[in-house]
């Protein structure tokens, strides 16, 4: 299996752009998870899904962000306008649900927005 | 509110020695806990899971302990090589599946 696979691995934009995040989750998993992991905040859940329905979205930062999983093997995270302070790296996570919730992680988005 | 508290940021020990790091929790009550080790500039990688109703699980030179009345857990690598060096998360898992990982802390294994 080639894990969870996230797009773009890096990217760069001026502030009020609009910025997508992609990740496709492992073959079979149930549940999806969006992180953000910054050196002052640590690793922060910012909405997780079960069978593509958002289940708790209370981490995302605030309305400017939003996130989608159309279908099991697709989901994306998007930041309109985008500010400096959004800038982190973000991580997508899969994980089978129903057996403890081991989480399998994408190698992240280092997103840096000037 | 909650909060988890990961020992000490970092951590120095002797190659050979064994590695006890902690994870400490207020007002949370997780059926989950898990342990993440994180390597520079990749993502977290899954290691041990425990349930609350266990008190120790076992993975190879891997132990970790969880007590529901302390609020803690504890994390032990045995005969410590340098490759066990990397930052290492706790991590509390609701039943519906929300977690919170805590800040994590980072060993170094000295040969």
């Known amino acids: 299996d080639a894990g969870v696979i996230q797009s773009p691995r890096h990217e760069v934009t001026e502030m009020g752009q609009e910025v997508t995040l992609r990740c496709k989750p492992i073959?079979?998993?149930?549940?999806l998870f969006w992180y953000r992991q910054t050196m002052m905040r640590g690793l922060e859940l910012l909405i997780y899904f079960n069978n593509n329905v958002p289940i708790d979205d209370s981490g995302m930062p605030e309305d400017r962000f939003s996130a989608k999983m159309p279908n099991a093997s697709f989901s994306t995270l998007k930041i309109q306008p985008s500010e400096p302070r959004d800038s982190a790296v973000y991580f997508c996570a899969s994980s089978p649900a129903g057996q403890g919730y081991e989480q399998y992680f994408g190698p992240g988005t280092r997103l840096t927005v000037t | 509110s909650q909060k988890i508290e990961q020992n000490s940021e970092a951590l120095n020990i002797q190659e050979g020695k064994t590695a006890t790091l902690t994870c400490n929790y207020t007002n949370y009550s997780p059926a989950y806990l898990q342990w993440y080790r994180q390597d520079p500039g990749r993502g977290p990688v899954f290691l041990l899971l425990i349930r609350e109703n266990e008190k120790e699980k076992r993975k190879e030179r891997l132990k970790v302990t969880f007590d529901t009345t302390l609020k803690q857990s504890l994390f032990h690598i045995t005969a410590s090589q340098p490759a066990d060096s990397a930052t290492y998360l706790c991590a509390l898992f609701t039943n519906a599946g929300k977690s919170t990982f805590g800040d994590g802390t980072t060993l170094t294994v000295k040969p």
């Open positions: 073959s079979g998993h149930n549940s």
